[in-house]
């Protein structure tokens, strides 16, 4: 367990555990709108200036242009303080042979000594708190524009992220009477319709759209979650009819589409950067007048956006948001005795030798 000493004297000697995904679903399935409470915290944490998130760190390689591995190192202040570092990769060829794109793990430290204490499986942490951040930020923010929750809803990108956003939003109590689909790969299209038939909307028609025209122009709620390097997303027409655009692949659109809509961001500085679809817009205009505000300005009503456009709420991911869910985890897994610690894994504790 972490250590909560404030002070110069003796504390426990530190432990470490390893919690698998087995147990990181166990906890967080069926508690989708427990997560979504736990980010809407850290995002409220954050905005006050309770928290510390540096700039992530990418590593890139010369010779897998495509791939990166990504450090979000994070710390969460308040009454469950935690310190850390998400080490997530992203490698795009892995779904031709069958894996999921990404795979992560993160470290929890102890803020009173520094000492790392356990080490949780993040695939499914990180897909999590991004999908508790969409529903959260659809929710809010169709609040916000003073009207009903959209109920044609549409995905592009069909991956594992799309299938948590959907799982996360069945889950806080959206209703949809159409539910589109649009992948590059027709197969993957189906294969999210298929998960969609067994799914908590399974009564529920699901269309598998040919062009992403097609789908933004039947949908109220566009969910984007690609793998896109570069905007494909052009034309800002396609949007005339303003809907709420979860722009969480966060590369999918074009200046164009930006500068013509509502912007909401989770931290501006984090998000204008890496050539994103904001960055590009800050790029093409040399300011970030386009910009209405973050997820936490609408939360706490000093943001109210503007009907009549489309609204884009696009989160660069925040490492406190991983810090707070992956707490969570563990302390559950703790509570249940469920703990697996590595004995000895620290060796070297004594200042002069073992005596």
């Known amino acids: 367990m972490p250590v909560t000493h404030s002070g110069s004297g003796p504390v426990a000697r530190p432990t470490f555990a390893v919690v698998p995904g087995a147990q990181v679903n166990a906890v967080l399935t069926g508690r989708e709108k427990q997560v979504v409470d736990l980010v809407e915290a850290a995002y409220r944490l954050h905005g006050a200036g309770g928290t510390v998130n540096p700039d992530s760190y990418f590593l890139r390689f010369p010779d897998r242009p ?20 998400k080490w997530i990769s992203s490698f795009p060829a892995n779904v031709a042979s069958g894996l999921p794109r990404a795979s992560a793990v993160l470290i929890l430290n102890d803020p009173a000594t520094g000492y790392p204490y356990a080490c949780l ?14 529903a959260l930020a659809a929710d809010a923010l169709s609040r916000a524009r003073g009207g009903a929750r959209p109920r044609r809803v549409g995905f592009i990108g069909a991956g594992l992220i799309g299938r948590f956003i959907h799982t996360y939003l069945a889950a806080t109590g959206w209703e949809f009477d159409e539910i589109g689909v649009h992948d590059l790969k027709t197969e993957h299209a189906e294969g999210f319709r298929g998960y969609l038939g067994r799914g908590p909307h399974g009564g529920t028609p699901a269309v598998v759209h040919d062009s992403a025209e097609s789908l933004i122009r039947s949908s109220d709620l566009v969910v984007l979650a690609t793998v896109a390097g570069t905007p494909y997303l052009n034309d800002p027409a396609w949007f005339a009819h303003a809907p709420l655009v979860l722009n969480v692949s966060l590369r999918d659109l074009a200046p164009e589409v930006v500068l013509d809509a509502v912007n909401v961001v989770d931290d501006v500085d984090h998000c204008l950067k890496a050539d994103t679809s904001v960055h590009l817009a800050e790029q093409r205009t040399g300011n970030r007048d386009f910009l209405d505000g973050t997820l936490c300005d609408v939360l706490t009503g000093a943001v109210r956006p503007e009907g009549g456009r489309p609204v884009v709420f696009s989160p660069f991911g925040l490492g406190v948001l991983d810090l707070a869910v992956g707490r969570f985890v563990y302390d559950e897994v703790a509570r249940s005795g469920g703990l697996a610690v590595t004995d000895g894994f620290f060796d070297e504790l004594d200042r002069y030798g073992k005596s």
Do not use: H, K, N, Q
């Open 121 to 134: 499986e993040s695939s499914v942490i990180s897909a999590s708190r991004t999908a508790a951040s969409a």
């Open 66 to 85: 495509d791939a990166r591995i990504i450090a979000l190192p994070a710390s969460l202040g308040g009454g469950d303080a935690v310190d850390g570092i």
